[in-house]
């Protein structure tokens, strides 16, 4: 049977259309596809939630990519290699609480697992603003403002568009792009002791390792922090080419927001 390139085409936008008409309204959406990010979609996917997955970059991974110094092996510790093996990735102990990984295994196997658990993920699109409206009297994320990555990188006078959200997650690593804009555009304060981002501190692994996943939380209403994007924002260390805590931030950034959208 002959192939109609036209044909191709209409396939393309039909399907990518309904894949953006169907993310609209939100249950969650997640800016940033790292180890959180692709954790959290997969968990809230599977529990039934509508969740998309925004990623800046065409390719999907974030900081695990190039595992330390491009040295493709990541490197996890013993509670959080269940977040692993659940997808089927291969983990080989090293010694004591040292757990490696191929890097390309898990970011492509976290990033399918995403997708097939239902999580919709759209690269090379960037968040470039979110909604604010009043909710009980208070000022509150409702939405996301999205424009193409190319357009962004060009410097084109494009205008964006938007798609509405119960809950945001902030998971853009160090850069927490979303909270910086969110601070720099308007008159709001965070749930962080100074009421601003209180930004990373140098490499301390060990206090990181502990600390991604305490500063997983609310930091405004309808915002969550997970990630390196949490400890950034509370003003603690940077840990390196360990992943544990960055995947266990994603199951309870999960977790949290499952509890809250089931009332």
């Given amino acids: 049977m002959p192939l109609d390139e036209r044909i191709i085409t209409e396939a393309i936008f039909d399907e990518y259309a309904l894949k953006f008409k169907s993310s609209l309204d939100l249950d969650v959406a997640i800016v940033g596809g790292g180890p959180s990010g692709l ?40 509670e959080s ?42 690269n090379c699109l960037s968040v470039e603003d979110v909604v604010l409206r009043e909710v009980d009297g208070a000022k509150q994320v409702t939405g996301l403002v999205v424009n193409s990555s190319p357009v962004e990188m060009a410097g084109l006078h494009v205008d964006p568009i938007v798609l509405g959200c119960k809950y945001l997650v902030e998971a853009t690593g160090h850069a927490v792009e979303v909270l910086k804009t969110l601070v720099r555009k308007n008159d709001v304060k965070l749930n962080t002791p100074s009421g601003k981002i209180e930004g ?5 692994a060990e206090v990181a ?38 995947l266990l931030s994603g199951e309870k950034v999960a977790a949290d927001i499952a509890k809250k959208l089931r009332g």
């Fill in 200 to 204: 990373e501190q140098s490499m301390w």
């Fill in 209 to 246: 390792e502990t600390n991604t996943v305490t500063n997983t939380r609310e930091i405004f209403p309808g915002v969550y922090v997970a990630g390196m994007a949490a400890n950034a924002s509370f003003g603690s260390y940077r840990m390196g080419p360990i992943f544990g805590g960055m």
């Fill in 81 to 122: 290699v269940h977040l692993l093996t659940d997808v089927g990735i291969p983990v080989k102990r090293y010694k004591d609480n040292y757990f490696t990984a191929d890097a390309v295994t898990a970011t492509t196997a976290l990033a399918a697992a995403a997708c097939l658990a239902g999580a919709k993920v759209f």
């Fill in 39 to 78: 954790t959290a979609a997969r968990l809230l996917a599977a529990d039934g939630f509508n969740v998309a997955l925004f990623e800046r970059k065409l390719s999907l991974g974030g900081g695990m990519w190039g595992g330390g110094m491009l040295y493709n092996i990541i490197v996890v510790q013993e």
